[in-house]
């Protein structure tokens, strides 16, 4: 990709080239991702679930999280349960309410991921640690604010 004195030289201002940026990111990372998820047998949705449970939580939170319906959740969940990769258990603070909770095998698929994914990151961004954690820093400021006014209906789905 040509430096940012091209860019500036072709009158595109910072805020053109950081959303050209973020595209070109987000599909690299996107076309790896769906081939990942092909080769594990899940779902992105499934695979997204599993990213999310890094620690036990209610169906409700994790539907919040997920920016996604309960139902899909529901749906999602089961399907992951009967794959072995995750258990409903009581949350031992509401007993009327169920904590979904990474099995074994759910555990070590979820590490594997979420190491490969990082993998995949740095080969796709070609950010040093100190640039990843500044735009990792700047992407959730970026995150809260969108999300702080108003969950666009792409995150919806």
């Known amino acids: 990709?040509?430096?940012d004195d091209s860019y500036s030289a072709e009158g595109l201002s910072p805020e053109i080239i950081?959303?050209?940026g973020v595209y070109a990111l987000y599909w690299k990372l996107e076309e790896s991702f769906e081939a990942k998820a092909g080769q594990m047998d899940l779902s992105r949705q499934e695979i997204h679930m599993l990213v999310k449970?890094?620690?036990p939580k209610r169906m409700?939170?994790?539907a919040c999280d997920m920016l996604t319906l309960p139902s899909t959740i529901t749906a999602t969940a089961d399907a992951l349960e009967k794959a072995g990769?995750?258990?409903r258990q009581r949350d031992p603070?509401?007993?009327r309410a169920w904590l979904l909770v990474l099995t074994e095998r759910g555990a070590d698929v979820r590490q594997r991921f979420m190491a490969e994914a990082g993998?995949?990151?740095r080969r796709a961004s070609g950010l040093n640690d100190h640039e990843t954690h500044e735009f990792a820093r700047l992407?959730?400021?970026i995150r809260d604010n969108v999300l702080k006014t108003g969950i666009p209906e792409g995150l919806k789905k």
């Open 119 to 121: 993998e995949l990151f």
């Open 139 to 141: 992407s959730r400021k």
């Open 53 to 55: 449970l890094g620690q």
């Open 18 to 20: 950081a959303m050209m």
């Open 93 to 95: 603070d509401d007993r």
């Open 60 to 62: 409700g939170v994790l």
């Open 1 to 3: 990709m040509a430096d």
């Open 85 to 87: 990769y995750l258990q």
